[in-house]
């Protein structure tokens, strides 16, 4: 199994001689420090009620939930170069993704508790977070978010603009057939993608080296002739810079790109998930992202008490708005339960 | 055995009480014991043990060789079963959900259901295609389907849905042994998971040793007289529970568990039918075009004079599933919509 090189200890990759000015540093580390935030405060809110024991069907937030935590790197390295007239789809592990792509929280949260105000009016849940404002939308079948991308690249590209669609999937879904037919075709057509994969070297209890013949999915890209890079380390200014250079690639017309970040899952694959599969569990939160790049921003006197509190304070308040909106929200009237299958 | 034993005679089918996804895995292991062909395979029914128990330790006990985790590739691996049954081993595949079909389902349709056909009778495809099925605790539009009526009509492969622990463990033996193609589903709601709420029939009396349900037979679940409840897996846990309700108040509900869909035992809809003369048909599978149709058509292909009122179905109304708790539950066939139907067919 793939571990992260480096012990959390050791300086992180950020500290050394970032190429960003601190401005753009300052915001990946907010980005972080929201998606964190926000992901915490759902695990709360669907383990509130799910009792006595646990009962995946039962409270405000019912059904399965994967969480992000540890992969928000990802988010706000890739994000960081869209506006939101860029399309993103993602997985079954959706939220840092929308919430560094700009998606309104308390559209996201109502849709995530399931209320009449949501995105999908509590129709789709948290797997399936359709905004037709950022362009954004996921998928619970592995793999199946990476076809569609390649429909609104095909569409941005016939209205002759610069817009890009990033598809974004995990590593275990890098050995479905949808993700290599997408790969050939875009690259056949040089539609404006990039195909971002996160490698958090598990799916579900699979690691990522049983099930994979090759040890970078960033190799595969070479099969279709476009260009491949890994990011190591879970690093958000490599993810930042990996990314810079392969949305500059799809809008400029010269076709897609694959970047795959070995990025980490903090907790489990669902909630409920105990992961007595997972070997390296204890040392798991040592790998956290988060304290690592703030370290590297006080060290490099980007940041200092005062602003990572301002940080992390307008965070909680942005998310627990969120959250309050929720849960005042209407639910959904049961008689209109067959609505919007038809325009 | 040791000399001091007392040698006994299997005491013919002594029981004990199991939940249905340990009934099921003691069908495989028994099976696995049994015939060194069997395997399994499947995304995490390794170490996790199938994300709904339909593996549980037995990776401990027969290893990695013969409990077998895939990468996410279900054409890859339900093909990799078709051609392994082809070559005489009988495996056993998992579709995490039925759901994902989507993504596999040339292997299952062109190839695992057609190639007995196709090759005259020549070639056999002795393989079970497992996969959870169902709704009910807010898992969405793509993880909650039941899907049987679809697998059902592609002609070529067994489908069978058992609704508690005895069926689970005799239709898994039955299918394992089974010469054609098996799809055999299993609700999550039945299982007797931990995590998920259920209902007590989840847990049940389960034939010790060698236990055989044949494929291709339904199960009066209660007797009764005055109406006909046709359905099958977790819906039968509800009908029964209306039917207790209702036998308080003087109306004897008959509950037909279908337990196979292909082959569908007709004489077992048509017998009841003639007895009470109302039909209620229950179906956790969208309402048209499937299950429920054929089994109004079995009725009145046969003699719609039969029936002495309109039958009703209670199924998902032709909508995917939703996500909201409430939206869900209001289509879905719970509880108080079989008992509206029932009401409505006997004019109560
Ligand atoms: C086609 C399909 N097969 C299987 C699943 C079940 N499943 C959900 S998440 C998951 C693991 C995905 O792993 P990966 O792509 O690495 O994403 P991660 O969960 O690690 O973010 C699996 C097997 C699915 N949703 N769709
Ligand atoms: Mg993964």
Redesign the interface.
Known sequence: MTMHAEPSTSPAAETAASALDAPTRTALFETMVLCRTYEEAILREYHADKGP??????GLV???MHLSAGQEPVAAGVCAHLTTDDAVTATHRPHHLAIAHGMDLRAMTAEIF??ETGL?R????H??LFDPATHFSC??????GYPPALGQAFAFQRKQTDRVAVAVTGE??A????FHESLNLAARWSLPVVFVVEDNDW????PRD???AVPSNADRAAAYGIPGERVEDNDVEAVYAAAARAVERARSGAGPSLIEIHTLRLWGHFE?DAQ??RPELAEVPSHDPIPRYEKALREAGVLDDDAVQRIRAAAAERVEDAIAYAKSSP??D?????SY?FA | MTITDTPTAPAPQASRRLTTSKAMVEAIAQEMERDPAVVYLGEDVGAYGGIFSSTTDLLARFGPERIIDTPISETAFIGLGIGAAVEGMRPIVELMFADFMGVCLDQIYNHMAKIHFESGGNVRVPMVLTTAVGGGYSDGAQHSQCLWGTFAHLPGMKVVVPSNPADAKGLMTSAIRDDNPVVYMFHKGVMGLAWMAKNARSVGDVPDGEHLVPIGKAAVARPGTDVTVVTLSLSVHHALDVAEKLSGEGVEVEVIDLRSLVPLEREAILTSVAKTGHLVVVDEDYLSFGLSGEVVATVTDHDPTMLKAPVHRVAVPDVPIPYAHGLEYAVLPRPDRIEAAIRRSLAL
């Open positions: 024991g646990f009962d995946i069907g039962k019912p059904g399965e399931g209320r999908g509590g129709r789709g849940g797997m399936h998928s619970g079948i592995i793999a199946e275990g879904a050995n479905q057939g949808a799916a579900i209890s699979v049983a099930a994979t409920g007595g599969y639910l959904p049961p008689a209109s339960a067959t299958v």
